[in-house]
C-alpha cells in the first residue's frame, strides 16, 4: 500500500457527522512506510531545523505553566532524538511537514480531497497546516483551544484524549477564544478536573482518527511513545466564524460591549465581518505574537539525560525563534 492508494473506510452516519460532534473513525495510514521507524528516523535526519520544534512538560494537567520549549543541536542525529523521545519526556513539533516532504504532501492532498468527497457540508476543506507528532510516555498536551478546526491520525503508541464542549464558556471563555483568535495569547486555557465530566473520552490506537467540532478544547496524555498526523483544514464557513471573533475583539471589546454575541449566520454577523475586513484595510490591527516570544530556553535535547534534556548555562533562542521572528 502507497500514500497514493491508503483510504479512509466510513460509515455514512460517520461522513455526516465529521466536525459535528466528538468521533473516532479508522484509519489505514498506519501501515505505511511512511511511518515506520526507520524512515521516521531518517525524516528526523533531514527535516529542517527552522520547522522542528521540542517541547517538555510536567505531570499536573492544571499547571501548564510547565510546558517547556527545548532546543536541539544541529548536530543532533534522527536517531539521538527518537532515543530522547523514548526515554524523556518530550513532544517534538515537526511543523510544515506537507511543506518539506513529498510524500506527505500527497497523504495529506489524499486524505482531504476523500472528505470533500464525502462531506459536502464541509463545503470544500482546504488543508491548512499539519504536524507530525512524535512523542514521550507519559508526555501530556495541556488542556487547549485549536482556532482552525483538526483532527488527530493515530499512528503509534496508545494515548488518552479528552474533547470538551465547543464554544461553550463555561470551558473556555469569550474573552480568552477571542484573544488566541487575535494571536494575543496561545492555544492554552485555565483548566479544573470538574470540566471532564462533560468530556468525550477514548483511548487512541493506531489506525485511529480522533475528529471533533471547530472550537472544541482538548487535551491528551500518552500511555506510552507515541506517532500522529495532526491536520487542520479551511472552510467557507470557518471564515464567518474568524472574522466574527476578530470584530469582536478588536471593535466591539475596545467599544466596551459585554455581551458580544458569536452568532455567524444573519445581518448582524454580516455587518460586523464587513465592518472589520474594511477598518483592517483601512488601518491593519496588529497581529499578537502568539507563543512565538516563549521560544527561548535554558534546556538542551540530550538523550543521555534524564528526561532526556539538559540544562544549559543560560537562556537562548532556539533555532525554531530565531527563523519564526526573522519572518514577522
Known amino acids: 500500500m502507497s500514500y497514493q492508494t491508503a483510504k479512509f473506510s466510513w460509515t455514512d452516519d460517520e461522513y455526516a457527522s465529521f466536525g459535528t460532534k466528538p468521533q473516532v473513525s479508522q484509519h489505514s495510514y498506519h501501515d505505511l512506510p511512511l511511518f515506520r521507524e526507520e524512515s521516521l528516523i531518517d525524516l528526523l535526519d533531514n527535516f529542517p531545523r527552522k520547522w522542528l520544534q521540542a517541547f517538555t512538560m ?72 499539519s504536524v507530525l507528532l512524535i512523542s514521550s510516555p507519559n508526555a501530556q498536551v495541556y488542556y487547549h483551544l485549536d482556532a482552525e478546526p483538526n483532527m488527530l491520525w493515530h499512528i503509534r503508541g496508545q494515548k488518552k484524549f479528552w474533547i470538551y464542549p465547543e464554544m461553550d464558556f463555561r470551558f473556555a471563555p469569550q474573552r480568552f477564544i477571542e484573544d488566541i483568535y487575535a494571536a494575543e495569547m496561545d492555544e492554552n486555557l485555565p483548566y479544573s478536573a470538574e470540566f471532564d465530566e462533560q468530556a468525550f473520552h477514548c483511548v487512541l490506537n493506531p489506525g485511529e482518527v480522533a475528529s471533533w467540532p471547530h472550537n472544541g478544547p482538548h487535551r491528551i496524555q500518552n500511555i506510552d511513545m507515541n506517532v500522529s498526523l495532526a491536520t487542520s483544514y479551511y472552510t467557507p464557513t470557518i471564515y464567518k466564524r474568524q472574522y466574527v471573533q476578530l470584530a469582536n475583539r478588536h471593535l466591539l471589546r475596545n467599544l466596551g460591549i459585554k455581551n458580544r454575541s458569536i452568532a455567524e449566520n444573519g445581518a448582524i454577523p454580516s455587518l460586523k465581518r464587513l465592518s472589520f475586513r474594511a477598518i483592517n484595510k483601512i488601518s491593519p490591527f496588529k497581529p499578537g505574537t502568539g507563543r512565538a516570544d516563549v521560544y527561548v530556553t535554558d534546556l538542551l535535547l540530550d538523550p543521555d539525560s534524564p528526561l532526556g534534556i539538559r540544562k544549559l548555562a543560560e537562556a537562548k533562542p532556539t533555532v525554531f525563534s530565531s527563523y519564526h521572528n526573522s519572518t514577522k
Open 58 to 129: 510536567g505531570t499536573d494537567p492544571v499547571r501548564n505553566e510547565e510546558w517547556k520549549t527545548v532546543d536541539i543541536d544541529l548536530d543532533t542525529s534522527g536517531a539521538d532524538m527518537w532515543r530522547a523521545v523514548q526515554n524523556g519526556r518530550l513532544w517534538l513539533n515537526i511543523t510544515h511537514i506537507e511543506e518539506a516532504s513529498q510524500a506527505y504532501a500527497d497523504l495529506i492532498k489524499a486524505m482531504y480531497e476523500q472528505l470533500d468527497k464525502h462531506c459536502p457540508h464541509l463545503q470544500g476543506p482546504k488543508s491548512a497546516y
